[in-house]
Every structure is written in structure tokens, then in C-alpha cells.
């Protein structure tokens, strides 16, 4: 029997389908409502608001639970790795071992990027946010990999996914040499993914460099706590731009430069940045008041979600690696992390928090593991962004390949001037 639910305006009612989800609440079909009784929705920051179909990833902010493919994010941050995650989310299975090798083959040679890119880098100042060099370089790969941009073909839907996955990390990585003034590494197919990366940021040519196997695990679970996240906000934009048919390396650009705002992937650099300028465990009842302080626009980066009103089971995963790596690499007592776990301790236990449900997310700890892997705050962002170039792609896929697509475009509550005629500048 077909749920609805009975919407009166005026003299008219009308019958709204009610679909249910395998998970989560259930939602109100609302595609005939302004035809039927002439209004719409208002709903600015869609808060209640589903945009969309999709199977990918679940988030029960209430628990702090996060699945994908019905996953649960421990379960893969500790048995599984960022390659198989990918494969699970562009398929929607987890993969035999003949179809990881053939992917993990795939994806391996397509690491490197056009030569003629090198070229665009020394285009950008020195100093530029490595953030803005890839928004810049990826875009531009709609200009070289034509054969991946028709998509309406499943197959170059395919390869633009390989290709992304593969040459993020890549890309990021030669933004981050760029910007340092040191020559591009280029990929090495004999390392695995997350130890390429580590490979292209670190090794000079000068010497030889061994990838450190616990900072390359550390990596590898630091993209898979990123990988995706449903329709955040830099998804939901990725969403937008492929409704309209542009290709996928253009949508992509788009993600990456949604992600780069503070109240998002930025986060983690504020956050690292905040955490250093709070300095000492003294100093942080001083920055509780001012994130409480309804005129002092400061907020505490790395707390707080639209979704989580619990504890961000990507932050639990997160704060377990950062001590297990700062031990590792014989870092004692880092001061940064003993403001984040005193931060996180008071503020947990402060009543306005406490009242907004407001936890660290994802981004509160990620940046003192980066940090202590040598990476300066600059490159925290562009790491999330090739961490969730995977979801964005899958999402995007999910969508192009949905025969019931349409072009996103939304509605407003117009509050301009009403109708008036236009008075001559010499009449004015
Ligand atoms: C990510 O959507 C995703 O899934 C994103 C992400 C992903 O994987 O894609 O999880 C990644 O972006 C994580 C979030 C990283 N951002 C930050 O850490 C920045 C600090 N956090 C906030 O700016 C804020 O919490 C947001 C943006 C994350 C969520 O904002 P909402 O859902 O719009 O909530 P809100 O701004 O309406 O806040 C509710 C209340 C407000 O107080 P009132 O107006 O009700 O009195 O809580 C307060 C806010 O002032 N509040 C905070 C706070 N976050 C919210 N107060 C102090 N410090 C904070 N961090």
C-alpha cells in the first residue's frame, strides 16, 4: 500500500506520494506540488531536503554511523584500503581479487599526467594556494582527455573515473612541489596509492626516499575517511553541474572549488591553524567564550555538522590514527594535539555545545596527522579534495547514468521590487 501525505492550501488539497528509503527517514514527493496548488517549497541550505536518489552512502546523524554500499566506515577503515573503497563505490560491490587486480592495474596507469600540463603550473605565482592551482589544472583536463568527455557513453564515463582517481593525487602533489620550488616527481607504478602520493610529494631527486609504511597506511585511511559523504555541499555542486551536461573534469573543478571554503574541506586547515593559535591548554576556556559569542564570528574550525548530532565516527577513526602515528614517529606530547584533545574534552562538556550537538568532525583531527607527515596546512585541503574525487565521481555517474535526469534548477522566494517603469537619468 502506497504511503502519502495530504497537503491543504486554501481551498485545495493535494495528495503527496511518500517513498521510503532502505535507511532514514521518509520523504515527501513534492514534483507536482506547484503545479497542483501553485507555490513552492523554502528550504535555503536545504536542510530538509532530499535532492536525490542514491545508494552510495548512508549518514545516521543521530547514531554517528556512516556506511558505504551498507558498509560500515570502521569496518573499512580498518579491513579494507582506498583503492578497494573506490572500486566499492564506482561499483557498488566489493571486488574479487581478479577484478581489484585489473582495477588497481587500471587506475595505476593512468597516474601520470599529460606532459604538456607541466606547462600550466608555471603559469601560477609561486605562492599560490595549491587549492586554486587545482581547481585550475583540473578543469583544464576537459582540454586534453576528449576521449573521456562524451557522456552519454558508459564507457568514457568510465575512463573519466579512472583518470580522476588516478591523476588527482598526481596533480595535487606537483601543485604542492610547485609551490615549494622543487622539480615534479612523477608516479611510480610499483608503489601502491597512497605511497605514490607520499612518493611524489617527498622524494627529490637528489637522494633516494623510502615511503614509511605507517605513514602510508595512515594516508591510505585518511583518504578512506574522506572518500564520500552523501550530498554534501561540494557533491551537491559536482550534481548541479553534471545536470546540466558538462563534462566530468569540469564538474569535478567545481567540487573541488566548493570544498575549499572553510565552512567545508577548508575546515581542516582552519582547524590546524586555530589549534595552533589557541597554543597552550591555558588558553582555550579564552576561545569557548568566543565561539559561544553570538557577535563574534568565530567559530571552533573541526566542530560541529549539518548532519552529525553525535560523534563523527570518521573523528573517533581519526583521533585513534593521530595518536597511533605521532607515537610512531616518536612525537611526544605534540602540543597541538594536546589542545585538540583538552578542546574537544571542555567543550564536550560545555552546556551550549552540549545544547547544539555540536562534536569534532572529520576535519578536527586530520590535520595534526598531515601535519606530523610534513605536509604544510596549505596542502590539507587538496588532500581531502583527491580523497573525494572518488565520491564525487561516483555520485556524478550515478546521476548521468539515471534515464530520469534533468537539469537542476531551483526556485526562489522573491523579495525584489515589484513591477515599475523605467525614469530617464535626466528625470532621476
Ligand atoms: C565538512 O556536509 C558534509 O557532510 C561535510 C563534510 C563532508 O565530509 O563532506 O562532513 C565535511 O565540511 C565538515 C564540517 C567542517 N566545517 C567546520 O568544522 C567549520 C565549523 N563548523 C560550522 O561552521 C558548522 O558546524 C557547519 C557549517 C559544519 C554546519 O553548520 P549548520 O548545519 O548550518 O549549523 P548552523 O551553522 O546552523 O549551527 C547551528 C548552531 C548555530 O547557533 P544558533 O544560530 O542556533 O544559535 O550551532 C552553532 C551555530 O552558531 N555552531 C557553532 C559551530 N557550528 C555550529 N558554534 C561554534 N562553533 C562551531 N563550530
Known sequence: MTKSASLTFGDKTVELPVRSPTAGPDVLDIRKLYGELDVFTYDPGFTSTASCDSSITYIDGDVGELLHRGYPIEQLAEQSCFLELCYLLLYGELPSPEEMDKFRTTVTRHTMVHEQMHNFFRGFRRDAHPMATMVGVVGAM???YHDSTDISDPWQREVAAFRLIAKLPTI???????SIGQPFVYPRNDLD????????C???PAETYEVNPILSKAMDRIMMLHADHEQNASTSTVRLAGSSGANPFACIAAGIACLWGPAHGGANQACLEMLREIGTVDRIPEYIEKAKNKDDPFR??????????NFDPRAKVMKESADEVLELMGIHNNPTLQVAKELERIALEDDYFISKKLYPNVDFYSGIILDAMGFPTSMFTPIFALSRTV????QWKEMISDPALKIGRPRQLYTGPAKRDYVDLAKR
Open 142 to 144: 576537459s582540454a586534453f
Open 172 to 178: 595535487a602533489a606537483m601543485a604542492y612541489k610547485y
Open 193 to 200: 596509492y597512497a605511497s605514490n602520493f607520499l612518493h611524489m
Open 202 to 204: 617527498f622524494s627529490v
Open 300 to 309: 571552533l574550525m573541526g566542530f560541529g555538522h549539518r548532519v552529525y548530532k
Open 391 to 394: 565520491g564525487w565521481i561516483s
